[in-house]
T-cell receptor
Framework: SAVISQKPSRDICQRGTSLTIQCQVDSQVTMMFWYRQQPGQSLTLIATANQGSEATYESGFVIDKFPISRPNLTFSTLTVSNMSPEDSSIYLC???????????????????FGQGTRLTVV | GIQVEQSPPDLILQEGANSTLRCNFSDSVNNLQWFHQNPWGQLINLFYIPSGTKQNGRLSATTVATERYSLLYISSSQTTDSGVYFCALRMDSSYKLIFGSGTRLLVRP
Protein backbone atom coordinates (compact mmCIF):
# COMPACT_ATOMS: atom_id res chain seq x y z
CA SER A 1 0.00 0.00 0.00
CA ALA A 2 0.98 3.61 -0.55
CA VAL A 3 2.93 5.38 2.17
CA ILE A 4 1.27 8.68 3.05
CA SER A 5 3.14 11.33 4.99
CA GLN A 6 1.17 14.17 6.47
CA LYS A 7 2.52 17.18 8.30
CA PRO A 8 2.36 18.81 10.69
CA SER A 9 1.12 16.05 12.96
CA ARG A 10 -0.30 18.60 15.36
CA ASP A 11 -0.44 22.36 15.84
CA ILE A 12 -1.92 24.97 18.12
CA CYS A 13 -2.92 28.13 16.26
CA GLN A 14 -4.32 31.53 17.09
CA ARG A 15 -7.78 32.40 15.86
CA GLY A 16 -7.79 34.42 12.67
CA THR A 17 -4.65 32.80 11.30
CA SER A 18 -4.28 30.11 8.62
CA LEU A 19 -2.58 26.72 8.61
CA THR A 20 -1.45 24.72 5.61
CA ILE A 21 -1.34 20.94 5.92
CA GLN A 22 0.80 18.93 3.54
CA CYS A 23 0.20 15.40 2.25
CA GLN A 24 2.91 13.50 0.37
CA VAL A 25 2.41 10.06 -1.20
CA ASP A 26 5.24 7.76 -2.26
CA SER A 27 3.52 6.83 -5.53
CA GLN A 28 1.40 8.58 -8.14
CA VAL A 29 -2.31 8.55 -7.38
CA THR A 30 -5.21 9.89 -9.39
CA MET A 31 -7.34 11.20 -6.58
CA MET A 32 -6.52 12.49 -3.12
CA PHE A 33 -9.12 13.29 -0.50
CA TRP A 34 -9.25 15.54 2.54
CA TYR A 35 -11.38 14.68 5.59
CA ARG A 36 -12.23 16.45 8.80
CA GLN A 37 -12.95 14.76 12.11
CA GLN A 38 -14.41 17.04 14.75
CA PRO A 39 -13.90 16.06 18.40
CA GLY A 40 -15.80 12.89 19.26
CA GLN A 41 -17.27 12.66 15.76
CA SER A 42 -16.85 10.55 12.66
CA LEU A 43 -14.99 11.53 9.50
CA THR A 44 -16.52 13.87 6.96
CA LEU A 45 -15.22 14.39 3.44
CA ILE A 46 -14.16 17.99 2.80
CA ALA A 47 -13.11 17.74 -0.84
CA THR A 48 -11.48 15.72 -3.58
CA ALA A 49 -8.15 17.12 -4.74
CA ASN A 50 -7.81 16.80 -8.51
CA GLN A 51 -4.50 17.20 -10.28
CA GLY A 52 -4.69 19.88 -12.96
CA SER A 53 -8.10 21.21 -11.97
CA GLU A 54 -9.93 22.77 -9.08
CA ALA A 55 -10.83 20.64 -6.08
CA THR A 56 -14.37 19.31 -5.78
CA TYR A 57 -15.94 20.40 -2.49
CA GLU A 58 -18.66 18.63 -0.55
CA SER A 59 -21.76 20.37 0.71
CA GLY A 60 -20.94 22.66 3.61
CA PHE A 61 -17.30 23.25 2.61
CA VAL A 62 -16.11 26.16 0.46
CA ILE A 63 -12.91 26.99 -1.32
CA ASP A 64 -12.40 30.31 0.49
CA LYS A 65 -12.28 28.51 3.83
CA PHE A 66 -10.44 25.35 2.72
CA PRO A 67 -8.30 26.11 -0.33
CA ILE A 68 -6.63 23.02 -1.75
CA SER A 69 -3.67 22.65 -4.06
CA ARG A 70 -2.68 19.58 -6.10
CA PRO A 71 0.41 20.50 -8.09
CA ASN A 72 1.26 16.90 -9.07
CA LEU A 73 0.17 13.28 -8.63
CA THR A 74 2.03 12.74 -5.33
CA PHE A 75 1.35 15.90 -3.32
CA SER A 76 -1.52 18.01 -2.02
CA THR A 77 -2.07 20.75 0.54
CA LEU A 78 -5.13 21.81 2.50
CA THR A 79 -5.25 25.25 4.06
CA VAL A 80 -7.60 26.05 6.92
CA SER A 81 -8.16 29.80 6.60
CA ASN A 82 -9.17 32.45 9.11
CA MET A 83 -9.41 29.86 11.84
CA SER A 84 -11.82 29.87 14.74
CA PRO A 85 -12.06 27.44 17.69
CA GLU A 86 -14.77 25.55 15.76
CA ASP A 87 -12.06 24.49 13.30
CA SER A 88 -10.33 22.46 16.01
CA SER A 89 -10.35 18.97 14.50
CA ILE A 90 -8.23 16.20 13.11
CA TYR A 91 -7.64 16.68 9.38
CA LEU A 92 -6.71 13.62 7.34
CA CYS A 93 -5.64 13.08 3.77
CA UNK A 94 -6.49 9.89 1.96
CA UNK A 95 -5.70 8.08 -1.27
CA UNK A 96 -7.42 5.21 -3.02
CA UNK A 97 -5.71 2.11 -4.40
CA UNK A 98 -7.19 -0.21 -6.97
CA UNK A 99 -8.31 -3.60 -5.62
CA UNK A 100 -10.55 -5.32 -8.15
CA UNK A 101 -13.41 -4.82 -10.58
CA UNK A 102 -17.08 -4.72 -9.63
CA UNK A 103 -19.53 -6.04 -12.22
CA UNK A 104 -16.59 -6.37 -14.61
CA UNK A 105 -16.38 -2.66 -15.40
CA UNK A 106 -16.33 -0.60 -12.23
CA UNK A 107 -13.05 -0.28 -10.35
CA UNK A 108 -13.13 -0.99 -6.64
CA UNK A 109 -10.61 0.85 -4.54
CA UNK A 110 -9.36 0.68 -0.98
CA UNK A 111 -8.79 3.88 1.00
CA UNK A 112 -5.61 4.56 2.96
CA PHE A 113 -5.03 7.49 5.29
CA GLY A 114 -2.20 9.67 6.45
CA GLN A 115 -1.51 9.91 10.16
CA GLY A 116 -3.64 13.04 10.51
CA THR A 117 -3.08 16.59 11.70
CA ARG A 118 -4.54 17.43 15.10
CA LEU A 119 -5.39 21.14 15.03
CA THR A 120 -6.30 23.18 18.09
CA VAL A 121 -7.40 26.78 17.61
CA VAL A 122 -7.22 29.06 20.65
CA GLY B 1 -28.28 9.21 1.03
CA ILE B 2 -27.01 5.95 2.40
CA GLN B 3 -27.33 5.41 6.15
CA VAL B 4 -24.58 3.69 8.11
CA GLU B 5 -25.20 2.61 11.68
CA GLN B 6 -22.66 1.08 14.01
CA SER B 7 -23.36 -0.69 17.26
CA PRO B 8 -22.70 -0.62 20.08
CA PRO B 9 -21.56 3.02 20.33
CA ASP B 10 -19.41 2.23 23.36
CA LEU B 11 -17.94 -0.99 24.65
CA ILE B 12 -15.83 -1.78 27.71
CA LEU B 13 -14.09 -5.14 27.90
CA GLN B 14 -11.80 -6.92 30.27
CA GLU B 15 -8.56 -8.01 28.66
CA GLY B 16 -8.96 -11.44 27.12
CA ALA B 17 -12.67 -11.08 26.33
CA ASN B 18 -14.20 -11.42 22.87
CA SER B 19 -16.49 -8.94 21.16
CA THR B 20 -18.56 -8.38 18.03
CA LEU B 21 -19.03 -4.98 16.42
CA ARG B 22 -21.78 -4.44 13.90
CA CYS B 23 -22.22 -2.16 10.89
CA ASN B 24 -25.64 -1.87 9.23
CA PHE B 25 -26.15 -0.02 5.98
CA SER B 26 -29.20 1.00 4.03
CA ASP B 27 -28.16 0.52 0.39
CA SER B 28 -26.11 -1.80 -1.78
CA VAL B 29 -22.37 -1.16 -1.64
CA ASN B 30 -19.31 -2.12 -3.62
CA ASN B 31 -16.74 -1.23 -1.00
CA LEU B 32 -16.74 -1.77 2.74
CA GLN B 33 -13.76 -1.23 4.99
CA TRP B 34 -13.08 -1.51 8.71
CA PHE B 35 -10.63 0.88 10.38
CA HIS B 36 -9.16 1.20 13.85
CA GLN B 37 -8.40 4.72 15.02
CA ASN B 38 -5.78 4.60 17.72
CA PRO B 39 -5.60 7.12 20.60
CA TRP B 40 -3.22 9.29 18.54
CA GLY B 41 -5.83 9.70 15.83
CA GLN B 42 -4.24 7.52 13.18
CA LEU B 43 -6.60 5.42 11.05
CA ILE B 44 -5.34 1.89 10.53
CA ASN B 45 -6.80 -0.33 7.82
CA LEU B 46 -8.16 -3.57 9.22
CA PHE B 47 -10.17 -5.11 6.40
CA TYR B 48 -11.33 -4.38 2.90
CA ILE B 49 -14.39 -6.62 2.81
CA PRO B 50 -17.28 -5.79 0.44
CA SER B 51 -18.47 -9.38 0.87
CA GLY B 52 -17.44 -12.67 2.45
CA THR B 53 -15.22 -13.41 5.44
CA LYS B 54 -11.62 -12.54 6.18
CA GLN B 55 -9.35 -13.20 9.11
CA ASN B 56 -6.18 -11.52 10.30
CA GLY B 57 -4.81 -12.85 13.55
CA ARG B 58 -7.23 -12.16 16.40
CA LEU B 59 -9.50 -10.14 14.13
CA SER B 60 -11.98 -11.35 11.58
CA ALA B 61 -14.75 -9.73 9.59
CA THR B 62 -17.83 -10.89 7.73
CA THR B 63 -19.96 -8.90 5.31
CA VAL B 64 -23.35 -10.15 4.14
CA ALA B 65 -24.02 -7.67 1.38
CA THR B 66 -27.49 -9.03 0.53
CA GLU B 67 -28.61 -8.43 4.12
CA ARG B 68 -26.70 -5.14 4.39
CA TYR B 69 -24.53 -5.69 7.41
CA SER B 70 -20.95 -6.36 8.35
CA LEU B 71 -19.48 -7.74 11.57
CA LEU B 72 -16.03 -7.29 13.08
CA TYR B 73 -14.93 -9.91 15.60
CA ILE B 74 -12.20 -9.25 18.12
CA SER B 75 -11.02 -12.27 20.06
CA SER B 76 -8.79 -12.35 23.15
CA SER B 77 -8.84 -8.56 23.34
CA GLN B 78 -5.75 -6.65 24.43
CA THR B 79 -5.36 -3.15 25.85
CA THR B 80 -3.81 -2.08 22.54
CA ASP B 81 -7.15 -2.83 20.87
CA SER B 82 -8.60 0.25 22.57
CA GLY B 83 -9.70 3.07 20.30
CA VAL B 84 -12.50 3.73 17.89
CA TYR B 85 -13.57 1.26 15.20
CA PHE B 86 -15.16 2.65 12.05
CA CYS B 87 -16.82 0.97 9.16
CA ALA B 88 -16.82 2.94 5.92
CA LEU B 89 -18.50 2.14 2.68
CA ARG B 90 -19.06 3.31 -0.83
CA MET B 91 -22.26 2.92 -2.77
CA ASP B 92 -22.35 1.53 -6.27
CA SER B 93 -21.28 4.18 -8.80
CA SER B 94 -20.23 6.68 -6.13
CA TYR B 95 -16.73 7.92 -5.38
CA LYS B 96 -17.59 9.02 -1.85
CA LEU B 97 -16.60 6.97 1.22
CA ILE B 98 -19.23 7.22 3.95
CA PHE B 99 -18.19 6.57 7.54
CA GLY B 100 -20.29 5.17 10.33
CA SER B 101 -20.38 6.90 13.70
CA GLY B 102 -17.92 4.42 15.19
CA THR B 103 -17.69 2.08 18.18
CA ARG B 104 -15.49 3.34 21.01
CA LEU B 105 -13.74 0.37 22.63
CA LEU B 106 -11.90 0.39 25.93
CA VAL B 107 -10.04 -2.75 26.97
CA ARG B 108 -9.10 -2.79 30.64
CA PRO B 109 -6.10 -4.74 31.94
Amino acid sequence: SAVISQKPSRDICQRGTSLTIQCQVDSQVTMMFWYRQQPGQSLTLIATANQGSEATYESGFVIDKFPISRPNLTFSTLTVSNMSPEDSSIYLCSVEEFTDYFASVHMNTEAFFGQGTRLTVV
Amino acid sequence: GIQVEQSPPDLILQEGANSTLRCNFSDSVNNLQWFHQNPWGQLINLFYIPSGTKQNGRLSATTVATERYSLLYISSSQTTDSGVYFCALRMDSSYKLIFGSGTRLLVRP
